[in-house]
């Protein structure tokens, strides 16, 4: 049996692992470059409606008892004064918010 001659660099014969080099760089270029920032954005937009949705949730729930534990305990069923306390201090907290506010100014227009 004769001894089989050994390929010569660039020969015919190394094109198929080229190839598939070539293909596995053309790949993950487009995944670095594409698909990655693409699935941030996904995971960043899903995350900020949950935890949007959760901040809701917690805000809505803490409103109720305040709300409940100043009608059972401060003002003995009185529930007119219980929301009239909870609405000065929501009407506190955005008052001080659109103070904090930056808008344009005629200057800028």
């Known amino acids: 049996m004769a001894d089989e001659p050994t390929p010569?660099?660039?020969?015919?014969?190394?094109?198929?692992?080229?190839?598939a080099d070539l293909v596995?760089?053309?790949v993950d270029t487009i995944r670095d470059r594409v698909i990655?920032?693409?699935i941030l954005v996904g995971r960043t937009i899903v995350f900020g409606l949950l935890i949007a949705a959760l901040v809701v949730v917690?805000?809505?729930?803490i409103?109720?008892?305040v709300l409940r534990l100043l009608d059972v305990y401060a003002f003995a069923n009185h529930v007119w004064a219980s929301y009239a306390v909870l609405s000065a201090v929501f009407a506190i907290v955005g008052?001080?918010?659109w103070?904090?506010?930056?808008?344009s100014t005629d200057a800028e227009a």
């Not at 010569?8 to 190839?19: I, L, N, R």
């Not at 917690?58 to 729930?61: D, E, M, S, T």
């Not at 103070?99 to 808008?103: F, M, P, V």
């Open 8 to 19: 010569k660099p660039g020969s015919f014969d190394e094109w198929p692992s080229k190839a």
């Open 24 to 26: 596995d760089l053309v």
């Open 36 to 38: 990655r920032p693409v």
């Open 58 to 61: 917690v805000a809505v729930v």
């Open 63 to 65: 409103a109720v008892a």
């Open 95 to 97: 008052l001080w918010a």
């Open 99 to 103: 103070s904090k506010r930056t808008g």
